[in-house]
């Protein structure tokens, strides 16, 4: 599985920015996708995750009720509608995708997703 990740940008406090995440090869083997963003000097945390039908979400509490993850399976690709945006979301944001089945306990760590993107930049400037 490949995941392209775009839509990264500068934008001012307050602004809002869509990421996009496009897979390809075989996706049929992938249950969940998510977002997660590292800030220099900082570990990668977890955003939002998505399970394979759309029907499941999580959020991290620091995104919860600005961001919303949603998948379009016809085009294999998962977006994050970044609203209300602040500096302290400056970071690169990663798409990733699971083998696993969606679990609620195992969405928000890294070790639970098997492929990344390549990730994209978002800077808030204040």
């Known amino acids: 599985v490949q995941l392209q990740a775009s839509g990264g940008g500068l934008v001012q406090t307050g602004g809002s920015l869509r990421l996009s995440c496009t897979a390809s090869?075989?996706?049929?083997?992938?249950?969940?996708m998510g977002w997660f963003r590292q800030a220099p000097g900082k570990e990668r945390e977890f955003v939002a995750a998505?399970?394979?039908?759309?029907?499941?979400?999580h959020y991290a509490m620091s995104v919860k009720g600005r961001f919303t993850i949603t998948k379009d399976n016809a085009r294999n690709t998962v977006y994050l509608q970044m609203n209300s945006l602040e500096p302290e979301d400056t970071a690169v944001y990663f798409c990733?995708?699971?083998?696993?089945?969606?679990?609620?306990?195992?969405?928000?760590?890294?070790?639970?997703?098997?492929?990344w993107g390549q990730g994209t930049q978002v800077t808030v400037s204040s």
């Open positions: 090869g075989r996706t049929s083997s992938t249950y969940v």
């Open positions: 998505i399970s394979r039908v759309g029907v499941s979400n």
């Open positions: 990733a995708s699971s083998l696993e089945f969606w679990n609620l306990a195992r969405v928000t760590k890294v070790s639970t997703y098997a492929y």
